[in-house]
């Protein structure tokens, strides 16, 4: 189940929130929703959450302490940031703030809930069925790129190389709509990890310069800037 967390402490702002979040999910699977009125309460709570909600003015620390503490004890979350103070977002690239959203504006709500659940895509985990290992799972997430090696196929994470018996075809499919792009019938990149492209090479995370065919440079970069628009600081 969907664990969402909203850290405001004034009651209009938090029902205003939960009932955003209720209506984008009426016709889903409900989330458990906990509210918290302090930072220090959210902390103690010691609750592992998909998304949070959180305010940046709140009593004791503010929004951005407590999301770097939390983050700091359980890594990857979603985090949007509800605010009047829109000029204040530029510090919210300090605790990777996914979105922000303007009280004031509810419909960016919408725009906030449907792109984190498009991010949340990219966390689930990938089996793979690598020989003398047996079946390894990885989060989609952390996937470099695929690569196509005469009859292997090499899987390139942030912390491992996996190689198996398999078709590069397979695994497009497999991750379709979660930021993979096949830029050449031997490769199939994750846009996340890209760095620089050209016209011709593209630039991974890890130092590798992985090819980028002629008739699909065009389709790649406007996949490219379409991805990092929708999840800009994801």
């Not at 949070?52 to 004791?60: A, S, V």
């Not at 407590?66 to 004890?73: D, F, M, N, Q, V």
């Not at 952390?142 to 996996?162: A, P, R």
């Not at 995370?205 to 991805?227: H, N």
Request: proline residues 3%; negative net charge; glycine residues 4%.
């Amino acid at each position: 189940m969907l664990r969402i967390a909203i850290i405001e402490d004034e009651e209009t702002w938090q029902q205003f929130a939960i009932r955003e979040i209720q209506t984008y999910y009426r016709e889903k699977e409900r989330p458990e929703i906990d509210c918290f009125q302090t930072g220090e309460a959210f902390l103690q709570a010691d609750r592992k959450y998909d998304i949070l909600f959180m305010d940046i003015e709140l009593p004791g620390e503010d929004g951005f302490a407590i999301s770097e503490k939390y983050t700091g004890r359980h890594g990857d979350v979603i985090l949007i940031i509800m605010t009047t103070h829109t000029e204040m977002s530029r510090k919210g690239y300090l605790v990777n703030a996914f979105r922000y959203v303007d009280k004031f504006h509810p419909e960016e709500m919408e725009e906030a809930l449907r792109s984190a659940e498009k991010k949340q895509r990219q966390w689930k985990l990938l089996s793979l069925p690598v020989p003398r290992h047996g079946e390894v799972k990885v989060r989609c997430r952390d996937i470099l790129y695929f690569e196509s090696v005469d009859h292997n196929l090499k899987i390139q994470t942030v912390t491992d190389l996996f190689v198996l018996r398999d078709k590069l075809e397979v695994f497009a499919s497999k991750l379709e709509g979660l930021g993979f792009f096949q830029t050449h019938r031997s490769f199939l990149v994750n846009m996340d990890h890209v760095i620089d492209f050209s016209t011709r090479d593209i630039h991974m995370s890890d130092g590798k310069t992985i090819p980028v065919s002629r008739k699909r440079y065009k389709e790649f970069q406007e996949a490219y800037f379409q991805w990092k628009f929708e999840n800009a600081n994801g």
